[in-house]
Every structure is written in structure tokens, then in C-alpha cells.
């Protein structure tokens, strides 16, 4: 997969590590980028053609798929966080989390998946999380919806191999964007997420974890939870 001459469509891209996708895609040469919003009017990248999408609603993202038959490479970047916990949080924010990370990101792959099988095969990037690993206190749905999109990444990818679709996630920390405005850690400069990601999806990798503390969090993943959840646990 060639970023140069593709075609891309970028969900989310008004703000935060969106935008610079559709800013850094047309920078190495993307023949066209679709960047897309639930308001395109909030689209500041000059040269992208905007569209209006929300990911959660199906009729909006049949519409962009019908509109943009040449894209070859979908960036599924577009999220939200309600800061919600699962045993005495709001069910409708766990719900609009799995709806937004989940089933919207499913309902975009499965929209798109005949686009780019007709163009070729090409590639898919689903913007994750650290949090797709672990779990913390007062963010667990969103953790559990990333967790999931995760899995659904690993689904698809054996899927969507006889079409010869490259499916890569992308796992971080804390990037520099207003959804992590609040949070006073170190943070990641969201074009450097973005061009980790193309770099990867150039060497056809299969996964990009962008940032220590990522990587950290994986190999944990293979320990006793004690190790990793001690601290919060003794509280």
C-alpha cells in the first residue's frame, strides 16, 4: 500500500489526530482525501473534499460509501469518551461508546470493504488505544469499546485476507487533542501518531504502537494482573 497516489477517506477528521491525517495524507501525496464530520463545516484542512458523516447513524455512512467508490485507503479514526464506568455509570453513554467504537467502526468497514476490494484491495487503519489493553477507574466504557474494536481489528483482518485488505490498528497513550484536554501527563503530538501509522501502513504492518507506555501496557498483558493492577486495587 502506497500512500502516495491513494485515495483516502478519514473519519473524525475536524480535529485532533483526524485532521492530521487528512492534513499529512495529502502531504505525501494522496491523490484525494475525503475528510469527513458529522459537521464538515468544522474541516479547516485546505485541498481535502469534505463530506458529512456520523458513524453511528447507518444511512449516513451507506451515503459516503455510495459517494466515494475510489477510496483505497479508510483511516477509522473517529471517537469519542463519556468518562463512564460500567457498574454505576449512565447505560446510554456505555451504549453511545460500543455504538461510536464498535458498531460504527464495523458499520464503516463493512460499508467500505466492497470499495476497496474493487480497488484493488488497499488498506485500513483503526485508530485504537493503550486503553484497548487495560482498564481504569472512571473510563471503563470507553476502555471496554476499545477493547472490543480491538478484537473486531483482529476479526476482520482474517476476513478481509482473501481480498488481499491490509488491516492495521494503531495503539497510544495520551495524544495532544482536545478529547485529552483535561489530562495534565505527557502527550504525544498527534502528527507524530500519523505518521508512524503511514509509515506502517507503507510496511504493510499489521499494528503500530506508537509510544512507550503502550508498549509497556501490551507486554503486561502477559503477566499476572496483580502486577499491573496492584496499586489501584489496594486504593
Known sequence: MKVSGSVALVTGANRGIGRQFARLLLERGASKVYATARTPASIDVPGVETLRLDITDPAS????????????LLINNAGITTNTN??????DKIRLEMETHFYGTLGM???FSPVLAA?????????????????FDGAN??????????????GVRLELAEQQTLVTGVHLGAADTDMMADYEGPKIDPADVVRATLDAVEAGKLEVVVDEWSANVKASLSRDPLEFYGPSLSA
Open 61 to 72: 455512512v451507506a451515503a459516503v460509501a455510495s459517494a466515494a467508490t475510489d477510496v483505497d
Open 86 to 91: 460500567l457498574v454505576t455509570g449512565d447505560l
Open 109 to 111: 468497514i463493512r460499508a
Open 119 to 135: 480497488n484493488g484491495g488497499g488498506a485500513i487503519v483503526n485508530v485504537l488505544s493503550a486503553l484497548s489493553w487495560f482498564s
Open 141 to 154: 466504557a470507553y476502555g471496554a469499546a476499545k477493547a472490543a474494536e480491538w478484537s473486531l481489528t483482529n
